[in-house]
């Protein structure tokens, strides 16, 4: 079985340019997940898709950030414009639904701005 | 609020000798709690996970966890380390009712020395 893919593994870009990730989770993954890793930190959750809705985005910086997971299958994560700040590791997961506790992770995207 | 701290961010062992990796919880409900293993450049994989059935839980490669309730501890174990087990191990918990959202301790990188 496949596991979570993400692209690209990594990316570097100037401050003020935009930025995209995309996620494929395990095939029949209903639900979701964006998370961000800092630097020496635990990661944190962005967003959670069930299917195509965006159940909760409380976390996601909406001045810059925005995702999308049109056909309820795979995902993007876009930034605009990236901060210096934003550099960082970018996680995608997957799990069956939402009751389903245990997700499944990509490898991650690690982002550096300069 | 719900949280995990990880009482160590660094714990060095020798091949061959005991492993503990110390985590406490703080919820006001019974919690889900989970142990990931992150390897360099690569996904975060579920250890174990305790549901609210038996107290000491055994996981992949060896590791078990026990929940105590009094002492609002999950700590992870492991009888003889390997060279592979270095890695970074987070703390896991999902706050009752919050379906989907894990929170991530800060991590502890084990060192596994020959």
């Known amino acids: 079985e496949a596991g979570v893919v993400q692209s690209p593994r990594y990316k570097i870009i100037e401050k003020k340019q935009p930025v995209a990730f995309w996620c494929n989770p395990i095939?029949?993954?209903?639900?979701l997940y964006w998370y961000l890793q800092n630097l020496g930190q635990g990661p944190e959750l962005l967003i959670r898709y069930e299917n195509e809705e965006a159940v909760d985005d409380s976390q996601l910086p909406k001045d810059r950030f925005s995702a999308e997971r049109l056909k309820g299958v795979d995902s993007t994560l876009k930034i605009q414009p990236a901060e210096l700040g934003d550099s960082a590791v970018y996680l995608c997961?997957?799990?069956?639904?939402?009751?389903?506790?245990?997700?499944?992770f990509g490898p991650g995207t690690r982002l550096l701005v300069l | 609020a719900q949280s995990v701290t990880q009482l160590d961010s660094h714990v060095s062992v020798s091949e061959g000798t005991p492993v503990l990796l110390r985590c406490n919880y703080s919820?006001?409900?019974?919690?889900?709690l989970f142990w990931y293993v992150q390897h360099p450049n690569k996904g975060l994989q579920l250890l174990l996970k305790y549901t609210s059935a038996a107290t000491l839980v055994k996981g992949i490669n060896g590791f078990e966890a026990e929940f105590k309730k009094s002492e609002t501890s999950f700590h992870l174990t492991k009888p003889s380390a390997h060279m592979s087990d270095a890695a970074e191990y987070f703390c896991?918990?999902?706050?009752?009712?919050?379906?989907?959202?894990?929170?991530f301790g800060q991590g502890t990188t084990l060192q596994v020395k020959p």
């Open positions: 997961a997957s799990s069956l639904d939402a009751h389903q506790e245990t997700q499944y």
């Open positions: 919820s006001s409900y019974s919690p889900s």
């Open positions: 896991v918990v999902i706050p009752s009712g919050n379906t989907g959202k894990l929170i």
């Open positions: 095939s029949g993954h209903n639900t």
